[in-house]
């Protein structure tokens, strides 16, 4: 198995396991972005542009959550304003 050394390279561990945490990242960012276009259409921009700017996927998971229990517009657009800039 020749390609066994590439696969167990440390370095290649360390550049993969970096790929799928920007993977889950971005699919968070976009899964958000979903949510906020699903019940509040003029809003998805902002939703991008605030949640573009969070990096950390259990804030990125937080966040969504909060959506999904907020009960109205007002509600989704102070947690929009809370993301720091």
Do not use: C
Not at 32 to 57: M, S, W
């Amino acid at each position: 198995m020749p390609d066994d050394w590439w696969d167990e390279s440390p370095i290649i561990q360390k550049m993969r396991a970096e790929y799928r945490a920007k993977g889950r990242i971005e699919a968070l960012r976009e899964g958000t972005v979903i949510a906020i276009n699903a019940h509040y259409p003029h809003l998805a921009n902002l939703a991008r542009q605030k949640v573009n700017q969070i990096n950390d996927p259990q804030q990125l998971r937080n966040l969504l959550a909060q959506f999904f229990t907020a009960s109205d517009e007002a509600s989704i657009r102070q947690l929009l304003a809370s993301v720091s800039s």
